[in-house]
């Protein structure tokens, strides 16, 4: 399979786009509202960047980050070990849906979780936690780290990316005479869901119209690459259903006509990237 530099495609994949600000809340109000907008997508697969180029300007930004207190990451450990992995994504998906809307309303946070730590761990855990650690002063700390970031080489509004992505997910349809777009990923519990819900109402829409896919590698010295576009869905099975589940019977119903694909993450070749023919 022939790749092609970025120079070499076709750019019509990502002109015109724009975020689009809101969300639907469901992968079935996805299929009733976007049926018959020429919906399409776009996935880039990113290789982690070549370890000699990290201090290299030309590839990456240092930046000063305030990580979460020990507050918030006790919080969090508490919520797990209570609930245990899969228990919590489930509550954890529901809490998000509990709160997307309050959170683009009031948006007195820019994460989504803040809502959750306020309204739903602190209540429950919040008091053992300050028993367990009655330096109370050290837990809200402030903690730093130095974030060195990788430039993400794409056109506008795309060039920015949370790096805790393995793959970017780019849902595109027509709203009247511009472009509209959602992202989803695998960086956070809010992009696994936005991923998951879109994923799932773009394969119902598949089954009526195909919906074309293009696909790109965005290689380890920040160089995008297109790889091939395909006639009808075709995107990566990572995190599909993960905060954002279906029955295993509904599942298999949805995605009977999506071909999903496995990749070994920081290959360079693209032979390794495995297509399955049908979601088992």
């Not at 109370?136 to 060195?148: N, S």
């Amino acid at each position: 399979m022939k790749c092609l530099r970025h120079k070499d495609y076709s750019r019509d994949v990502f002109e015109g786009i724009k975020h689009a600000g809101f969300y639907f809340s469901n992968h079935r109000e996805i299929f009733r509202k976007l049926i018959g907008k020429r919906p399409y997508t776009i996935t880039i697969l990113i290789e982690n960047l070549d370890s000699m180029l990290w201090r290299k300007k030309d590839y990456c930004k240092q930046t000063r980050i305030e990580k979460p207190s020990r507050y918030t990451e006790l919080l969090y450990q508490a919520f797990y070990a209570d609930f245990g992995e899969r228990k919590a994504q489930e509550v954890y998906g529901g809490w998000l849906n509990k709160y997307r809307q309050i959170w683009l309303r009031e948006h007195k946070s820019d994460d989504i979780d803040d809502y959750i730590v306020w309204n739903e761990l602190e209540p429950r855990y919040k008091k053992n936690i300050f028993k367990r650690h009655p330096n109370h002063k050290e837990l809200f700390k402030p903690r730093y780290y130095i974030d060195t970031e990788r430039f993400y080489h794409l056109p506008l509004p795309f060039n920015k990316i949370d790096w805790r992505n393995s793959f970017d997910n780019i849902f595109v349809w027509q709203e009247n005479d511009k472009k509209l777009a959602v992202r989803g990923g695998s960086g956070s519990s809010w992009q696994r869901q936005i991923n998951s819900t879109y994923l799932y109402g773009y394969a119902l829409i598949n089954q009526h119209t195909p919906v074309p896919s293009s696909l790109f590698i965005y290689d380890r010295r920040n160089t995008l690459w297109f790889i091939k576009q395909f006639p009808s869905l075709c995107l990566p099975i990572f995190d599909v259903g993960s905060n954002y589940s279906l029955s295993a019977k509904e599942e298999r119903r949805v995605l009977n006509k999506v071909r999903l694909f496995e990749w070994e993450i920081n290959q360079e070749s693209i032979e390794k990237i495995s297509f399955i023919k049908k979601f088992l």
